[in-house]
């Protein structure tokens, strides 16, 4: 039977066997080890045809990390439907605890603001555009200024000679 795969792979050119879909509709193809007319073996491949074949619409995260890890040779078997979804559903969890840490620690964060226990994070205001020289520098006024937290000294200038 492989002897006569093999005839017509040569025959009518490369086949290629579906391997799967994921759910954003990439299609994901093998095409198998097989031997040319002069007897070269020709390894294996593995191939994806994206949903979105327009090389300008790609966006990271077009091909699933589970699915590419196939593509690239670094896990044997495709992945199966309930490991994809096993997967997205733990990543979800993760998200979540993520945000539930994340709220909890700025929680913390302003309660110690408010105890004394942190110095306040300064609030810089750039002043000018951008695309100026001095944008985000800060400017020395002649007379020193103090407010507690923040200190800064006046800058002195001689008189110019007249």
């Known amino acids: 039977m ?5 005839v017509l792979r040569r025959t009518f050119g490369v086949v290629r066997e579906h ?6 509709g990439n299609k994901y193809y093998i095409i198998p080890e097989q031997k040319t007319w002069t007897g070269r073996l020709i390894r294996a491949k593995r191939m994806v045809v994206a949903a979105n074949p327009s090389e300008y619409e790609y966006t990271e995260g077009s091909i699933p990390m589970e699915w590419d890890a196939w593509i690239r040779g670094r896990r044997k ?3 199966s439907v309930e490991e994809l979804l096993k997967n997205e559903a733990y990543r979800e969890q993760i ?9 909890r ?3 913390l964060q302003a ?9 306040t994070p300064l609030k810089t205001k750039a002043k000018g555009h951008a695309a100026s020289t001095s944008f985000g520098k800060e400017e020395f006024s002649a007379d020193p200024t103090s407010t507690a937290n923040t200190f800064q000294p006046g800058s002195w200038m001689p008189n110019p000679k007249k």
């Open 77 to 79: 078997e495709p992945p």
């Open 95 to 103: 998200k979540l605890k993520g945000k539930e840490v994340e709220e």
């Open 2 to 6: 492989s002897r006569i795969a093999g």
């Open 111 to 119: 309660k110690e603001y408010e105890d004394g226990l942190v110095a």
């Open 105 to 107: 620690d700025l929680a």
């Open 19 to 24: 391997v799967g879909t994921d759910t954003l």
